[in-house]
């Protein structure tokens, strides 16, 4: 899940041809939007330093809407220069700060829709968009620039976090809204923001910034204990389970609990929940499982199969012999003499191991090498 951070910058009567926009707090890796409207001059235009302009759009009288985006290279607190290539005018800005979306600017989409002189209607509706990234997640984000006295007043439904500004020495002049939604989509099409006033010359930009594929919490093997931190009441967790399955709550401290992976009913590798509960709220964790063994067995005697039996024994060893990494009994095979998955509890993949394993009903021993597979 990615991380927003944002803040607003605001000129209000003051007319510059550069504006000193600050930047929230930042890791390097993040990517840094930022959303300019500048003077009411249809022929404006401006820069941003160190960025890269990704939209720009104007509506008949003006109502400027720029956005410019970069990677955040250190991590530090500073500041962006807004130029303006026509002249001493005002500005305002939205700044957000991203972790975990895309710095590939060319990655990040973006679509407009101008309403010209004339157009009534209340409510300013960013166009639909979709993404060209490849990516299934994406943070959609919704801009607005327009001249309601008052400003925006709501973003489109579901969107979060709503900044909404009007330029101080003008508030019947220049406003600017944006709002945003973290969304497993390829196509989003946001409905209107709000306002209390027409919205003569106002112009909306839609833009999709993919999330980058995040991995899991944990990697775990099937049977390990593992220690997991979280932020429900300290020494407090009272279940916990694993795709639904009962799994043991091992030793505690503060945060962190001791796990045991001891389910017996996962036969499949995969990225499992592990749900963690204090007995007033849970916390969830992905897990990568690992379930580790023989991937296939074809037991033959004389060559032949030794048909379906329910009474084999294996041992595994390691590539030595000297450690047994599992003794299973009472497996079964089919009338191909397949024994199919078998899991075995310790050892890792591609680890070399030895096999030992008999049948008394098919009045056989056997011996091989292998190595084990993920399951």
Not at 48 to 73: D, H, I, K, Q
Request: glycine fraction near 10%; hydrophobic fraction near 35%; include cysteine.
């Amino acid at each position: 899940m990615p991380t927003i951070v944002s803040s607003v910058y605001n000129s209000g009567a003051t007319q510059s041809t550069t504006h000193t926009v600050p930047v929230p707090t930042n890791t390097e890796g993040d990517l840094l939007i930022l959303v300019v409207q500048c003077g009411s001059l249809s022929s404006s235009s401006a820069t941003a330093t160190g960025c890269m302009r990704v939209a720009r759009e104007n509506a008949n009288a003006g109502r400027n809407l720029l956005v410019f985006a970069r990677s955040v290279g250190t991590t530090s607190v500073f500041t962006v220069d807004v130029a303006v290539a026509t002249g001493a005018q005002n500005a305002m800005a939205h700044v957000y700060v991203i972790s975990g979306a895309t710095t590939t600017i060319a990655d990040i989409d973006v679509s407009s829709a101008v309403f010209g002189n004339g157009f009534e209607d209340p409510k300013m509706n960013p166009p639909s968009l979709t993404s060209t990234s490849g990516s299934v997640e994406h943070i959609w984000l919704a801009l607005c620039a327009g001249i309601p006295i008052g400003g925006y007043s709501g973003g489109p439904t579901s969107y979060t976090t709503l900044l909404s500004q009007n330029l101080d020495s003008s508030p019947d002049d220049n406003a600017l809204a944006s709002a945003y939604r973290v969304l497993t989509a390829e196509t989003e099409d946001p409905n209107s923001f709000t306002s209390t006033a027409t919205n003569p010359n106002s112009v909306t930009l839609t833009l999709a910034i993919p999330v980058i594929a995040s991995g899991p919490d944990y990697t775990a093997r099937k049977g390990s204990t593992e220690t997991i931190t979280h932020a429900l009441t300290a020494d407090g967790i009272t279940t916990a389970t694993l795709n639904g399955e009962t799994v043991t709550i091992g030793t505690q401290s503060g945060q962190d609990a001791d796990i045991n992976l001891d389910e017996t009913a996962i036969t499949t590798s995969g990225e499992y929940d592990l749900v963690l509960g204090d007995g007033v709220g849970t916390e969830t964790f992905t897990v990568q499982y690992n379930v580790i063994g023989l991937t296939t067995n074809t037991i033959q005697k004389d060559g032949a199969s030794i048909g379906a039996q329910s009474d084999v024994e294996i041992h595994i060893l390691d590539a030595t012999g000297a450690t047994v990494l599992g003794n299973l009994t009472g497996l079964t095979t089919d009338a191909s003499g397949i024994t199919g998955q078998t899991i075995v509890p310790a050892g890792a993949v591609d680890d070399s191991v030895r096999v030992i394993g008999y049948s008394d009903a098919a009045e056989i021993g056997f011996a091989y090498k292998t190595t084990l597979g993920l399951l």
